[in-house]
């Protein structure tokens, strides 16, 4: 059986920091490419960040470059994102996906539950 786990959301103020884990189990994890995406209220889910299967290649949205850092431990199959300088505006509930081949479309793969991040001002 395929989950997802996510972890480490909350509430935070803006500019501090938070750090998201993503527990991968009943898939070869180090064979699929992990996303993070995230969701506002009202609007479509959006990329936020990707990593490969071998954590070789990473790629952010352009709405969080340089605050945010992904990244993943094969051996523990966990994914992690660290969000840093964290904005009002990166409030949403945020997925922790799977795809078996880097580029699938958006909604393929395995999905988690999805864990709420609220940025007060």
């Known amino acids: 059986q395929v989950q997802l786990v996510e972890s480490g959301g909350g509430l935070v103020q803006a500019g501090g920091s938070l750090r998201l884990s993503c527990a991968a189990s009943?898939?070869?994890?180090?064979?699929?490419?992990m996303y993070w995406y995230r969701q506002a209220l009202g609007k479509e889910r959006e990329l936020v960040a990707r990593?490969?299967?071998?954590?070789?290649?990473?790629d952010y949205g352009d709405s969080v470059k340089g605050r945010f850092i992904i990244s993943r431990d094969n051996a523990k199959n966990m994914l992690y994102l660290q969000m840093n300088s964290l904005k009002p505006e990166d409030t949403a509930v945020y997925y922790c996906n799977a795809k078996w081949r880097w580029g699938a479309p958006r909604e393929s793969g395995y999905w988690g539950q999805g864990t709420q991040i609220t940025v007060s001002s």
């Open positions: 990593i490969s299967n071998g954590g070789g290649t990473i």
């Open positions: 009943g898939f070869t994890f180090s064979q699929y490419a």
